[in-house]
């Protein structure tokens, strides 16, 4: 499988990143490209910013899309998914998407754990967008803005994070979902400390793109 990782925004260390946890999730034989925006916000946290990621997405698709098998967009709000599937003829998924079946394939509801108040209004548009908002347990995000390098949120911030994930699971929730790209690579080492599912979504929709794709001949 030749699988395109694209990500909306412009942060090559969050590219590297969501490389790192695509390739672990990738089988024997698999091929991941991970590309930035080549234009755009250096992190997606408002509507305005996902609204120029989404042209940006489409420029990448089209300049880097061909040859591929599947496509991957590594942002939360799914950026730009429709208009890209609409362009090309392989599975396109999102890693939102492939997040909440893969939380929703362990249990009823699930919680999400994302890493700044900012995130908080397209993290419940996302949610409302794929009509799951019964299915939410809770959406818990660390209090106060974030405002280093996008590419260090999980280095950063994987203690409260994690500190954030052991309480939700008292939330009523079978899974927790890490909410956005810049926590790819995260759940490896947040999930062992807890007793419910922690779903990184680019290794989810990794996994699905691997169940979705046909490789093509050579």
Known sequence: MRLLVVNPNTSDGVTSAIARAARAAAGPGDVVDAVSAPFGPELIVTEEDGAVAEGAVLACVEARGAGYDGIVIASFGDTAIDAVRE??????VGIARAAFLAA???G??????????????????IVARYGLGERLASLRVLEG???GDPA????????PLAELCAQAQADGGAAIVLGGGPLAGLSAAIAPRLRIPVIDGVVAAVALQRALVTPRPG
């Open 87 to 92: 362009r090309v003829r392989v599975p396109v």
């Open 104 to 106: 929703m394939a362990v």
């Open 108 to 125: 009823e509801r699930f919680s999400i754990v994302s890493f700044s108040p900012d995130v908080a209004p397209s993290m419940h548009a």
């Open 145 to 147: 803005a974030y405002e």
């Open 152 to 159: 260090r949120i999980g280095e950063a911030l994987v203690e």
